[in-house]
């Protein structure tokens, strides 16, 4: 028999204004549903798998909770004191490319901000996944040129994109000003969202080069990213270091220390490899090729990148 008809069951009927927003819900929940597939089609793997299991370990969710509303309390004020928001009157250059990023990735353009807080030393996202913040060092907009500027509103726009926003505030929050609430999960909170920001910033830079197509201003606004607050960014420059990624010496020109040189050294060749893939070479797309990689074989590659010293 045909199922009896929903006014048969004693289901309340639903106003106008209820069902507008019941309809609203459901479009966000398949909007961000259809954002997760688009993101999830050029993401890291490794990185998206350890980002689910994380969503299931008490520490992490602890942080998580904890840490959010500490953002919210006292976090975003300390983040944005003397910020001046991004907007088409306002740094009207960077609303631009901002929104321009956003499209290519089909996400919404975050309100952003440009902070002139010494601390704030990296371009990064904060918050919700629906409530998020983007903040820029002032110091990039004077040293940034116009393409790695772009770069680095991607690669950030990347990790909204992924979800990455919870995850990268409560680890924000564990390393500036933890409540005494999070001290008892502070540590372990701590060695899992390190651990997976890690592939989170592979992921990030992923979507920097599919909007940019260009791997030198990435390769260089990363190493101005690092080396904030060590020397001049004017003054750094990419194009020796290039040459000697296997080096494990930090090139001079880049004034990073041996860690950062590392870590640009092997997010750099990630780039190299990603941009070898199907992928990439088709634009977001699938195509084949002799010489292109699968994401697959493309992850392998990194994943042992990651794993070396």
């Not at 602890?62 to 910020?83: C, N, S, T, V, Y």
């Not at 116009?146 to 690669?155: P, R, W």
């Not at 060695?191 to 201003?217: E, F, K, M, P, Q």
């Amino acid at each position: 028999m045909p199922a009896a008809p929903c006014k048969l069951l004693n289901v309340p009927s639903l106003t106008d204004a209820q069902l507008s927003f019941t309809g609203y819900v459901q479009e966000h929940k398949r909007a961000a549903l259809a954002r997760s597939r688009e993101a999830s089609a050029y993401s890291f793997g490794p990185e998206q798998r350890t980002r689910q299991r994380l969503a299931r370990v008490r520490p992490v969710m602890l942080a998580l909770e904890l840490g959010l509303a500490q953002f919210e309390k006292a976090g975003r004020a300390a983040l944005l004191e003397g910020a001046v928001e991004i907007n088409s009157v306002q740094f009207s250059s960077l609303s631009k490319a901002l929104a321009q990023a956003a499209a290519a990735l089909g996400v919404p353009p975050p309100r952003a901000f440009v902070s002139p807080t010494v601390g704030v030393h990296e371009t990064n996202v904060f918050g919700t996944a629906d409530d998020c913040i983007l903040v820029l060092p002032a110091a990039f907009v004077d040293h940034l040129s116009s393409e790695e500027l772009q770069c680095t509103l991607a690669s950030d726009l990347g990790r909204i994109h992924n979800d990455h926003t919870p995850l990268l505030t409560a680890l924000w929050v564990l390393q500036t000003d933890a409540p005494t609430a999070l001290k008892w999960v502070a540590t372990p909170a701590s060695l899992l969202l390190t651990s997976w920001a890690r592939g989170a910033d592979i992921t990030a830079d992923r979507a920097g080069l599919l909007v940019s197509r260009n791997l030198a201003a990435m390769a260089t606004a990363l190493a101005k990213r690092l080396g904030a607050g060590r020397r001049l960014l004017s003054d750094i420059r990419t194009e020796g270091a290039l040459q000697q990624l296997d080096s494990e010496q930090p090139h001079p020109d880049l004034g990073l220390d041996v860690e950062q040189w590392n870590q640009w050294r092997t997010r750099v060749k990630a780039l190299r490899l990603f941009e070898r893939t199907a992928f990439y070479q088709a634009g977001g797309g699938v195509t084949s090729g002799s010489s292109s990689l699968t994401l697959a074989q493309c992850n392998d590659e990194i994943v042992k990148l990651l794993g070396a010293p």
